[in-house]
């Protein structure tokens, strides 16, 4: 039999969909958990305002490079539903670091500057076409909860959704994000990319598109 490599399509791909099937561009891209920088968001959207959140210090110079020619700021901080200052526990895999590890050793973990999606960019994205995309190891429904002026702004909103509760009890799963995002007017619009759990091979993560479910991303239901 053969093994599946790629769930869904990928970002460049959605993106390329927004453009010439939709019509669409925005005119601020988010990029929260921006690492090394999301460049499949930064190619497709040459022409918008790019904000960059990332709080670990080894990935800025990259990230800084990954934005150079495109009009940027980058926030060296991370975002969740409350400001303030929390300690990121940090992984092998340095991709992995993440603000919903409990009980983590005290060698791994890291202090870093956390704000909130409004506090940030509430009056910043008014009246703008925006897009949000959120990559932060089970964080990424505190960020919403944390934007809820930002999010009504967003006519797309790209979240890391997992599959299993890798942090435990408190990691929201596949069901709570979508539900928590119906709660706020918005439908899954598409599945993107993914990632297989090394234990068993089983899907662990896909990243969802959601669109507001009265907008002009979902203009029908035909089929």
């Not at 010439?20 to 022409?47: H, K, L, Q, W």
């Not at 992995?96 to 791994?108: C, D, Q």
């Not at 930002?150 to 997992?162: A, G, K, L």
Request: charged share 25%; net charge negative.
């Amino acid at each position: 039999m053969e093994e599946a490599t790629r769930p869904t399509r990928t970002f460049a791909q959605f993106f390329n969909w927004l453009k010439c099937s939709m019509n669409y561009a925005p005119d601020i891209c988010i990029d929260v958990g921006a690492a090394r920088g999301t460049r499949s968001i930064y190619e497709a959207f040459p022409n918008a305002k790019h904000f960059a959140f990332e709080p670990m210090a080894q990935f800025l110079p990259d990230l800084r490079k990954s934005l150079a020619p495109y009009d940027h700021e980058i926030f060296a901080m991370a975002l969740m539903d409350a400001a303030g200052e929390l300690e990121i526990t940090t992984t092998s895999n340095e991709y992995g670091s993440t603000l919903m590890a409990r009980n983590s050793p005290p060698e791994r973990r890291v202090a870093i500057p956390v704000s909130t999606l409004d506090q940030q960019l509430a009056r910043r994205v008014a009246g703008k076409r925006t897009l949000l995309k959120t990559d932060c190891q089970g964080g990424d429904l505190s960020v919403i909860r944390g934007g809820d002026q930002v999010v009504q702004q967003c006519d797309v909103i790209i979240m890391e959704v997992s599959l299993y509760r890798f942090w435990g009890a408190h990691h929201p799963d596949l069901f709570d994000i979508v539900q928590a995002m119906r709660e706020r007017g918005f439908l899954v619009l598409d599945i993107l990319d993914g990632l297989f759990k090394p234990s068993n091979k089983a899907l662990g993560q896909v990243d969802l598109a959601f669109a507001k479910e009265e907008g002009p991303l979902r203009p029908h239901s035909r089929w």
